[in-house]
C-alpha cells in the first residue's frame, strides 16, 4: 500500500466489514466526507517506504482481530499516520494485565487482581486469596476462556490445562469476582466525551455479560459518576474512541475493562445516539 | 439474488451492499463475504471466527 496522492480526508481500516464498520462509512457519506477503506487482508505495506505518504494521515483502526490490529497499527505509525487508537492504547488495552496496572497507576477503581507464572504459583495464589476467583487469559476478547474458579478443584483443573496451551496462557491472571446485579455497562467514549452507555445482561445460564454470549442490552443513563471515571481511564489509557467496562460494586463503579476497537450495534440500537456520525465528527476535527 | 454453496437457498443481496461485506443464508445460516464481480457482487465463503477476534 501507498499512499495516495489525491488524500482522502481520512482512512478506515478493517480486515471485516461488519455492522459498525459499514455505518461509518455511510455516516461519511451522509456529510459529503471523502474518506478510504482499507481492507488490511487484501493489501501489504511497505514498510519502509517513504513517510512522506502518510505523513499527518488519520487511520481509524477498525481489525476485528487483534494481531491484525495490533501490527497494522505499529506499521501505520511507524510510517507517520495518525492511528486511532494509538499503537501504545492498542498494547495497554489489548492485555488485561497492562491494562489493570495502567488503570492503577492512575488511581481507577478496579477489581482486585493478582498474576502468577507458574502452575504451581498459581495454586498457591489462589489457595491463600481463596474462592471465588476469575481467571482470564491476558490476551481475549468476547468473554473465550475466562472461567469461574469457584474452588480448588476447580482451578486445578483450569489450569492444567492451561499447561497444553500456547506459553501467553500460562501467564495466570486472575480477578476477585465482583459482587454485583447480573449485569455490567459498555460506555462509549468519544474524544473527550461519553456519547452512550448501555447495561449488558447475562444471557440465560451465563455470568458473563458479553453480547457475543448471548447477552442482553438495555441503554443507560450517564450519570457525572460514571463519565468522570471513563474520561480518567480513557486518558489513562491515551485513547480517543474506546469502550469502557464498568462494574457497580458494593463501593461503587468499577472498570474492569478498557476496549481499543469497540462494538457499538447494539449501543446504537438500544441507545438510539448516532455514534458512527460521532466518530465521523472526531475524526474529521482531528484534520483541523 | 445468488445462491447458497452450501445449501442452494437463496440469498438476497442489500440494496447498500458494499464490497467485504458479509451476509448470511437465511436457511442454512452458512456466512459468505461479498465480492464485486462485473454482474454486481458473487460471495465467497466468509473467513470462520478467528481466535484473536474481539474488541
Redesign the interface.
Known amino acids: 500500500m501507498k499512499g495516495n496522492t489525491n488524500k482522502p480526508s481520512f482512512f478506515i481500516l478493517y480486515d471485516q466489514l461488519r455492522w459498525e464498520e459499514k455505518s461509518l462509512i455511510e455516516a461519511a457519506q451522509k456529510k459529503d466526507i471523502k474518506l478510504e477503506v482499507i481492507n488490511c487482508r487484501e493489501n501489504s505495506i511497505e514498510l519502509d517506504q517513504d513517510k512522506s505518504n502518510y505523513r499527518d494521515d488519520v487511520i481509524l483502526q477498525r481489525c476485528v482481530s487483534y494481531y491484525n490490529n495490533l501490527h497494522s497499527t505499529a506499521a501505520f505509525e511507524g510510517l507517520g499516520a495518525q492511528v486511532i487508537n494509538s499503537l501504545h492504547t492498542a498494547i495497554m488495552c489489548g492485555n488485561k494485565l497492562f491494562t489493570h496496572m495502567e488503570l492503577s497507576k492512575s488511581d481507577i477503581a478496579i477489581p482486585k487482581a493478582f498474576c502468577a507464572f507458574s502452575n504451581q504459583s498459581a495454586m498457591s495464589i489462589l489457595n491463600k486469596n481463596g474462592y471465588p476467583k476469575v481467571i482470564k487469559p491476558v490476551v481475549g476478547s468476547w468473554g473465550r476462556m475466562i472461567a469461574l474458579l469457584k474452588d480448588k478443584e476447580a482451578a486445578e483443573a483450569v489450569i492444567e490445562d492451561r499447561e497444553h496451551m500456547y506459553p501467553l496462557y500460562h501467564v495466570f491472571y486472575f480477578e476477585e469476582f465482583v459482587k454485583r446485579p447480573p449485569r455490567d455497562i459498555r460506555s462509549i467514549v468519544v474524544g473527550d466525551r461519553v456519547v452512550a452507555a448501555i447495561y449488558r445482561y447475562s444471557g440465560d445460564n451465563e455470568w458473563k455479560t458479553n453480547m457475543a454470549l448471548g447477552g442482553k442490552a438495555e441503554a443507560c443513563k450517564v450519570t457525572s459518576e460514571m463519565e468522570e471515571l471513563c474520561l480518567k481511564a480513557a486518558k489513562t489509557m491515551k485513547g480517543e474512541i474506546l469502550g469502557v467496562d464498568l462494574m457497580e460494586s458494593e463501593n461503587g463503579l468499577l472498570v474492569h475493562e478498557v476496549n481499543n476497537t469497540t462494538e457499538f450495534k447494539n449501543t446504537v440500537r438500544v441507545t438510539g445516539v448516532d455514534i458512527p456520525s460521532l466518530i465521523i465528527e472526531h475524526l474529521t476535527n482531528h484534520n483541523k | 439474488m445468488i445462491k447458497c454453496t452450501e445449501c442452494d437457498a437463496e440469498i438476497k443481496i442489500p440494496d ?1 451492499a ?5 451476509v448470511t443464508c437465511p436457511d442454512c445460516g452458512a456466512s459468505y463475504e461479498l465480492i464485486k464481480s462485473s454482474n454486481g457482487f458473487t460471495i465467497r465463503p466468509a ?1 470462520s471466527v ?6
Open positions: 447498500d458494499m464490497e467485504n461485506e458479509i473467513q478467528g481466535e484473536d477476534w474481539g474488541e
